[in-house]
């Protein structure tokens, strides 16, 4: 087994983005960080940093072990919250932000599963479109759609999902459902985002063909739950993200359109501080949310 403190060290590394910086959030000295990093990587037998004396970036090698070391790391530290939890009652209050659309739909099942576990905790919410500042607008945890760009933050992926193209059976009984990606030319659209009169592409992959699509929406509606419910009455085939239609998916109320050709995978994130610097509320709800959305993965 590889040495747990020099993962550690290798996991502050890619995170600070400096050996410096780690160093400084260690309290330890630079050599002792370059030794450790070192050490590790002769002890995989892999190199996980590139090194310059202007830079610092991982490898594809060292991406994948990150990840990796960072859901180890966290299990380690779920552990030990997990024995605290048996002794403390836990209490206070949860600051946390959402995309307005996975708030209802994905959020609130969550955070009801998190409070009925933990009765003394309150949770505020904030739910907006904007990337918040997490010290700013005080903020404890941030969960995001896509990539991170402020690299001073850590990000956790909980799920990865696609959007698909759906309809209501009955729409497509009574127009016909497509064969191909030309026949979509024959129907009508509802479509996410506010910008009438004009149309949207939509790139879809198949195998390693991709394709890009020319829609004129009869229907747009910056609102993800309008869009389900526009589809839903056959207002024509809509553009949603898996995760937000499933249960209607499930029953059979919409059907995917063309499955075989399919949207670019998207990852949703929860945003934070650092996993040593977060609050026991805020650990223990991020472990609430990766238990419940594995069962979306």
């Not at 550690?8 to 910086?21: E, I, P, R, T």
């Not at 497509?172 to 009169?197: I, M, N, Q, Y």
């Not at 992959?205 to 839903?232: F, M, Q, S």
């Amino acid at each position: 087994m590889h040495d747990l403190n020099a993962v550690a060290v290798f996991v502050q590394v890619a995170q600070s983005g400096s050996f410096s910086a780690a160093a400084r959030n260690l309290s330890m000295p630079l050599s002792t960080v370059s030794r450790k990093v070192s050490d590790l990587e002769n002890s995989l037998g892999a190199k996980l940093l590139e090194r310059s004396t202007r830079s610092l970036r991982l490898t594809y090698l060292g991406a994948v072990y990150l990840e990796h070391c960072r859901r180890g790391l966290e299990e380690f530290e779920a552990a030990d919250l997990a024995l605290l939890d048996k002794q403390d009652e836990v209490t206070g209050l949860l600051r946390i932000s959402l995309p307005p659309n996975l708030a209802d739909t994905v959020f609130v099942p969550i955070i009801d599963r998190f409070q009925r576990r933990y009765p003394q905790a309150t949770v505020a919410v904030l739910v907006a479109e904007r990337i918040v500042d997490l010290v700013e607008d005080g903020i404890d945890l941030s969960f995001r759609v896509g990539l991170l760009r402020d690299s001073s933050l850590v990000a956790r992926k909980l799920v990865r999902y696609r959007h698909v193209m759906v309809a209501n059976p009955d729409y497509l009984a009574e127009c016909g459902a497509p064969k191909s990606l030309a026949d979509l030319a024959s129907h009508r659209f509802v479509t996410f985002g506010f910008t009438p009169g004009a149309g949207q592409r939509w790139t879809l992959h198949k195998g390693d063909r991709t394709e890009t699509v020319e829609i004129r929406p009869t229907l747009c509606v910056n609102d993800y739950a309008a869009v389900e419910k526009a589809a839903l009455v056959g207002r024509g085939i809509a553009e949603l993200p898996s995760i937000l239609c499933s249960a209607s998916l499930a029953t059979g109320a919409l059907v995917q359109v063309l499955p075989e050709w399919r949207f670019q995978e998207i990852s949703l994130q929860a945003v934070h501080s650092g996993r040593r610097n977060m609050s026991r509320l805020s650990r223990l709800f991020l472990d609430t949310c990766i238990d419940e959305l594995r069962s979306i993965a």
